[in-house]
């Protein structure tokens, strides 16, 4: 049972456009939403997080928007370069931070 | 990455073996956490540790211990390895007191292959 559904698995995105992927959870007792940046061969890097008492966050070109009634938050990255070419997971976290749930990750390739 | 270290980077081992994953920090926190990579699920908890002797199951428990016998250290087990027990297992570690609320710092990973 995955407690964070993401979507899309892949994405192609042209450089200079905008990527867009969505994660969505059941869990109201989730109280912070990372958002995690994976290259090939390292760990996961935090990118940006979020909590929910807030409806969006932006830094730099990487921006959340949180939907608490829909417990739904995306992540949107704008001018999108190959350099952002990598794996991005959503997460969300519980039990007083003990409890870090991935999404099933998002595969981003930005086409020159 | 934040002073975490894991070895092996690679391995290859047989079914049936015993195979331990060691993490180190050199950061002296609290919090460590073994998690596997698989293709379509994303990370899964396997066990963390909220202190020396102290540890808790997670989602993927199941086939693997773990132990932490001093702070910088956390081991993973895989008592007998199977073939579904080939992943890639990364460690990390928690930052409390962190601006951004909880700072999850993961390594490089180790990459584990059961024929």
């Known amino acids: 049972q995955q407690q964070v559904k993401q979507s899309p698995q892949s994405l192609i995105v042209q450089k200079g456009g905008i990527s867009i992927i969505n994660c969505a959870y059941e869990?109201?007792?989730?109280?912070?939403f990372p958002w995690y940046q994976q290259f090939p061969g390292k760990g996961p890097a935090l990118l940006i997080a979020?909590?929910?008492?807030?409806s969006e966050k932006k830094e730099g070109r990487f921006t959340i928007s949180f939907n608490k009634s829909a417990k739904q938050f995306s992540l949107h990255i704008m001018d999108s370069q190959p350099g952002d070419s990598a794996t991005y997971f959503c997460?969300?976290?519980?039990?007083?931070?003990?409890?870090?749930?991935f999404g099933t990750g998002t595969q981003l390739k930005v086409e020159l | 990455d934040a002073g975490i270290t894991q070895s092996p980077r690679h391995k290859v081992t047989e079914t049936g073996t015993p195979v331990t994953l060691r993490c180190h920090q050199t950061?002296?926190?609290?919090?460590m956490y073994w998690y596997r990579q698989d293709p379509g699920h994303g990370l899964r908890l396997i066990h963390y540790?909220?202190?020396?002797?102290?540890?808790d199951k997670g989602e993927v428990s199941d086939g693997y211990s773990v132990s932490r016998s001093k702070t910088e250290d956390f081991l993973l087990t895989l008592e007998s390895a199977t073939s579904s027990q080939t992943s890639v297992y990364f460690c990390?570690?928690?930052?409390?007191?962190?601006?951004?609320?909880?700072?999850?710092?993961f390594g490089s990973g180790t990459r584990l292959t059961v024929v």
């Open positions: 990390a570690i928690r930052r409390t007191g962190d601006s951004l609320g909880y700072g999850y710092t």
């Open positions: 869990n109201t007792a989730f109280d912070y």
């Open positions: 979020i909590r929910p008492d807030v």
């Open positions: 997460a969300a976290v519980t039990g007083g931070g003990n409890k870090l749930t």
């Open positions: 950061e002296n926190h609290r919090y």
């Open positions: 540790s909220y202190g020396v002797k102290d540890t």
